[in-house]
């Protein structure tokens, strides 16, 4: 009884949040094509690899590090600019959804 409970109220309380159900999905797709489409390619680069030189196995791995490094560098850059950009615009102004 008391799981039924639980379930009904966790099923009320992100049915009654419309944004809940956006993050989830997004979530889900998120972690559905993307992060299995980079896991794929990661095992697609270590099978291409397996065989090779020693030499060219280190190569491809460090230019992958450093894109990685590379392209999450530039994420957290264009974060902190959009960040200070939307400060500029709208300040600490509150959200009025009631209209």
């Given at each position: 009884m008391d799981l039924a409970v639980d379930l009904f109220l966790i099923l009320f309380d992100v049915l009654s949040s419309p944004i809940l159900i956006?993050?989830?999905l997004a979530r889900w797709f998120i972690g559905n094509y993307l992060l299995d489409?980079?896991?794929?390619?990661?095992?697609k680069v270590a099978?291409?690899?397996?065989?090779?030189?020693?030499?060219l196995q280190i190569?491809?791995?460090?230019?992958?590090?450093c894109a990685g490094?590379?392209?999450l560098t530039l994420m957290w850059l264009f974060g902190q600019a959009f960040g200070e950009f939307v400060m500029e615009?709208?300040?600490?102004?509150?959200?009025?959804?009631e209209g």
């Open positions: 956006v993050m989830r489409g980079v896991k794929n390619k990661i095992k099978h291409w690899t397996e065989g090779k030189h020693p030499l190569w491809v791995w460090t230019i992958i590090i490094v590379v392209i615009e709208w300040g600490n102004q509150a959200l009025n959804l």
